[in-house]
T-cell receptor
């Protein structure tokens, strides 16, 4: 079935470090791909998305490129801030509006 | 522009009881999905409602049921609560057929604790 695999956490970085969180998905169909972020005690916020191969989603300095050949959608940021500390979820969606399938989440902690 | 709202924010129940959680979708949205997020895990899809009918369902037992009202708001009901039902329950809404149809907007969630 559909699945999403994220790199195991937690990830701890110093401020201004480079961030990569790996995400791979099952290759059935042509899913849309998403990164959501969850701050402590809150619901999920959409960070970025890509709906077809080679699309790059970007927001707030975060980027991810839809790579069909490697079935990946890795999240990157060039210089993280303390305020980026949160849990990040990669997700796929088979067709528009249908269910989201999430990865297990990656806890990011950024120290000053 | 009101976002997705959920009530209550927190709830404590005992095993065997029944619970009802409520969700109001983002203004203008007509489709509501429910997810269960256990501690330390990613959200799991429960079901989706559109035009007052259940359209998709995840791998959850019949103890989990829902309803959608004519104003598009929705309820999630869980009967015969188990300890394992303790989780954050998230509601998400979309406008079916809208220009941003693939994006689901999430509410803050209801945290349920079953003792």
């Amino acid at each position: 079935g559909d699945s999403v695999t994220q790199m195991e956490g937690p990830v701890t970085l110093s401020e201004e470090a480079f961030l990569t969180i790996n995400c791979t998905y099952t290759a059935t169909g042509y899913p849309s791909l998403f990164w959501y972020v969850q701050y402590p005690g809150e619901g999920l916020q959409l960070l970025l998305k890509a709906t077809k191969a080679d699309d790059k989603g970007s927001n707030k300095g975060f980027e991810a490129t839809y790579r069909k050949e490697t079935t990946s959608f890795h999240l990157e940021k060039g210089s993280v801030q303390v305020s980026d500390s949160a849990v990040y979820f990669c997700a796929r969606q088979e067709t528009s509006g249908s269910r989201l399938t999430f990865g297990e989440g990656t806890q990011l902690t950024v120290n000053p | 522009d009101a976002g997705v709202t959920q009530s209550p924010t927190h709830l404590i129940k005992t095993r065997g009881q029944q619970v009802t959680l409520r969700c109001s979708p983002k203004s203008g949205h007509d489709t509501v999905s429910w997810y269960q997020q256990a501690l330390g895990q990613g959200p799991q899809f429960i079901f989706q409602y559109y035009e007052e009918e259940e359209r998709q369902r995840g791998n959850f037992p019949d103890r989990f049921s829902g309803h959608q009202f004519p104003n598009y708001s929705s309820e999630l009901n869980v009967n015969a609560l188990l300890l394992g039902d303790s989780a954050l329950y998230l509601c998400a809404s979309i406008l079916r057929g809208g220009s941003n149809y693939e994006t689901q907007y999430f509410g803050p969630g209801t945290r349920l604790l079953v003792l």
